[in-house]
């Protein structure tokens, strides 16, 4: 199977304080996101750390060690393979206790999540993806589905769409002109058009419900998060399955609440600011 290599980021101009290995030593770690989401792999070999992140053997292995020596990686002398380790975890709770919008967001999301019983997650943009900071799961939820982190394309996803939906002209031309437009299920719009014409209805309503386009049997719904311009930062996100959920029931009792939840940590993240 061909795998993207590490993408190496773009600079419009020199920049004598950008420091390259830094960036090496990311394309390592960035290497065992792409392994597992495009090849399933939990752990890699020194060869797959090299083809994923686009440095030749000798420098993989300069940083993989060096990573590992800081508590960022792990190897199992067994199998000679690494894994990433648990001083990873130390970027996401510093992330996430430096953020005021997850201080407001997490109670809101909290009681939300009490109304119907249902996962919701707070969700932001990253280029051309979203990513889920905060989820609240529902006890049934698979195991990826609970997890803080994943990153989905915006295209397809409702958070995403309904981001896009308070965005510019501009800045919806450019994620759909980059974003790589694949399936995810066999329902998913891939179609340029038909994603803006989506897009386009999300602006209108103010949310949007997306049926199976990133998991079958998943009706998604969002609204955004917005700042005082309009401009959507986030999005707060319901998802429900079928068939215990119909649309009807959707419209009934998520939508209102996703709306009311979305708005509500509008308001306070203005206000408290």
């Known amino acids: 199977m061909a795998v993207a290599r590490h993408e190496t980021i773009a600079h419009a101009g020199p920049n004598t304080l950008f420091v390259g290995s830094v960036e090496k030593g990311f ?3 960035h290497a065992f996101r792409t392994g597992q989401r495009e090849l399933g792999l939990r752990d890699l070999s020194l060869s797959q750390i090299s083809e994923l992140s686009g440095l030749d ?3 993989s292995q300069r940083f993989t060690n060096t990573l590992v020596q800081l508590g960022y990686l792990e190897k199992d002398e067994r199998t000679r393979r690494y894994r990433p380790a648990l001083g990873l975890i130390d970027f996401y709770y510093t992330y996430l206790v430096s953020s005021r919008l ?3 967001a997490m109670p809101r999301l909290i009681e939300a999540s009490k109304t119907h019983g249902t996962t919701v997650n707070l969700c932001e943009p990253d280029g051309t993806d979203i ?4 989820r609240v799961p529902h006890q049934k939820a698979f195991f ?3 997890i803080p982190g994943r990153r ?3 295209f397809c996803t409702a958070p995403g769409l309904v981001i896009l939906a308070n965005r510019n002209k501009q800045e919806v031309e450019t994620i759909i002109e980059n974003s790589k437009l694949v399936q995810m299920t066999e329902w998913t719009v891939i179609e340029p058009k038909a994603i803006r ?3 386009e209805q999300a602006r209108r309503d103010g949310y949007i419900i997306s049926s199976q386009q990133s998991m079958a049997h998943e009706i998604s719904t969002a609204a955004p998060v917005v700042d005082s311009d309009g401009r959507a930062f986030a999005a707060v996100q319901i998802p429900v399955y079928m068939p215990e959920w119909t649309t009807d029931m959707i419209e009934e009792k998520i939508v209102p609440l996703v709306i009311e939840t979305a708005r509500a940590i509008s308001g306070s993240y203005f206000s408290e600011s």
């Open 102 to 104: 997850a201080e407001i």
């Open 27 to 29: 394309a390592v770690l």
């Open 57 to 59: 053997k000798s420098a």
């Open 144 to 146: 990826r589905a609970t």
């Open 197 to 199: 014409k989506r897009i």
């Open 152 to 154: 989905m394309p915006a």
């Open 131 to 134: 990513i889920y900071t905060i």
